[in-house]
Structure formats: structure tokens, C-alpha cells
T-cell receptor
Framework: NAGVTQTPKFRILKIGQSMTLQCTQD?????MYWYRQDPGMGLKLIYY???????DKGEVPNGYNVSRSTTEDFPLRLELAAPSQTSVYFC??????????????FGPGTRLLVL | DAKTTQPNSMESNEEEPVHLPCNHS???????IHWYRQLPSQGPEYVIH???SNVNNRMASLAIAEDRKSSTLILHRATLRDAAVYYC????????????FGAGTILRVKS
């Protein structure tokens, strides 16, 4: 299993440009998540999805959009990039909620710089 | 979500045990205690979790206080590869499908 994969690894955007961060998991997990991590800080949840066609906002959703058309993929869209969106973005997945063995699996991250 | 408190940073010598503390005085009876770590330039990875009893796995041990208001992650022999940020996170047992990350503890390991 590749686990959770993210592309690209690094990207530079100009202010106002748009882009999509890709995330794919091959563990057949229902739940998928997008986090951002600013320097020296913990991760903050942007959006999450409990299954294909179902998404919900996390702590910091403004400026982002998501969709979930398949179990495997959960892309994150930035429509009008702003310098405040400079961050490292992590995608994660997990099996159904609850249960003693539940845990989350993270991708390697996408580093985004908005200039 | 119940809050956790961890030291900002800790330092250890290689080959020695490391005890990383976490306070969670407002923990509810059905919160799991999860530990994740984040190696430099990588995504977080699961380390261990527990509910009431102490837990051991190949990576670490988790010691949970009897009143569950604190816990300690134990790395039995720190290596340079264990240098990372360690996060202590509480997760509700039922329908707990999100993790709330604090700033964690930066562990530095000296050779």
C-alpha cells in the first residue's frame, strides 16, 4: 500500500492564482481530511469528508473548497491564493469513526508559497 | 474538546530513556489518549494510544495516571531518529473522528 499520497510536493503561486492540491489514499478509508500547518504551530483542520459526496468544514475553511467524488480522492482547491495561505498542507485518512483501534494516517505534505 | 498541556521542548541523550509528559485534567471518561509524532519535513505519524491501562508497542510505551488526568509517553532508548515534535491528543471514544493538534513537545536528541 502506498498509503496517503499528495501532489505536488512544493508549489509557488502568485497572489490571485488558483490551484488544486491532490490527495489519494489506497486504504479504502471512509474519512479524509485536510490540515494546514504554519511554522512552529500544530496542524489545523481545514475540511474533512466522511465519504464520497459528503464534506464538512473544519476550523479554518475560509479560502478553500473541497469535493469528494470517490473514496480514494479528496482534492483541496484554492481559488484566489493569498499570502496568508502560505503553509504546509497535509492530507490524512482514517477508517470509520470510533472504536479502540482508530487512528489517522497522514500524507507527506505539500509546501505552498504564495508571493 | 478537552485540552492537553505539554512542555514546549525537551532534550535527551542518545540511548537514554525519554519521558514526555502530558496533562489533561479535563479529560472525560470516554476520551482516548493519542500520541502522534512529526519528524522534520514529514507528516505526523501515529505512535500509540490508550484509554485507561498502560500500553506498549514497538515504538513506545504509554503510562496513564490512575485518575487519567495525565499521561507519559516513554521512549525506552532514544535515537537521533526520534528527534521530532510529539503531540498528545484526546479523542472521544464515540464518533471521535477528528484530531485537534496543539503545539506539541519538540524533542531534541543529543549524540
Amino acid at each position: 500500500n502506498a498509503g496517503v499520497t499528495q501532489t505536488p510536493k512544493f508549489r509557488i503561486l502568485k497572489i490571485g492564482q488558483s490551484m488544486t492540491l491532490q490527495c489519494t489514499q489506497d486504504m479504502n478509508h471512509n474519512y479524509m481530511y485536510w490540515y494546514r500547518q504554519d511554522p512552529g504551530m500544530g496542524l489545523k483542520l481545514i475540511y474533512y469528508s466522511v465519504g464520497a459526496g459528503i464534506t464538512d468544514k473544519g476550523e479554518v475553511p475560509n479560502g478553500y473548497n473541497v469535493s469528494r467524488s470517490t473514496t480514494e480522492d479528496f482534492p483541496l482547491r484554492l481559488e484566489l491564493a493569498a499570502p496568508s495561505q502560505t503553509s504546509v498542507y497535509f492530507c490524512a485518512s482514517s477508517p470509520l469513526a470510533g472504536g479502540p483501534s482508530w487512528t489517522q494516517y497522514f500524507g507527506p505534505g505539500t509546501r505552498l508559497l504564495v508571493l | 474538546d478537552a485540552k492537553t498541556t505539554q512542555p514546549n521542548s525537551m532534550e535527551s541523550n542518545e540511548e537514554e530513556p525519554v519521558h514526555l509528559p502530558c496533562n489533561h485534567s479535563t479529560i472525560s471518561g470516554t476520551d482516548y489518549i493519542h500520541w502522534y509524532r512529526q519528524l522534520p519535513s514529514q507528516g505526523p505519524e501515529y505512535v500509540i494510544h490508550g484509554l485507561t491501562s498502560n500500553v506498549n508497542n514497538r515504538m513506545a510505551s504509554l503510562a496513564i495516571a490512575e485518575d487519567r488526568k495525565s499521561s507519559t509517553l516513554i521512549l525506552h532508548r532514544a535515537t537521533l531518529r526520534d528527534a521530532a515534535v510529539y503531540y498528545c491528543i484526546l479523542r472521544p471514544m464515540e464518533y471521535g473522528n477528528k484530531l485537534v493538534f496543539g503545539a506539541g513537545t519538540i524533542l531534541r536528541v543529543k549524540s
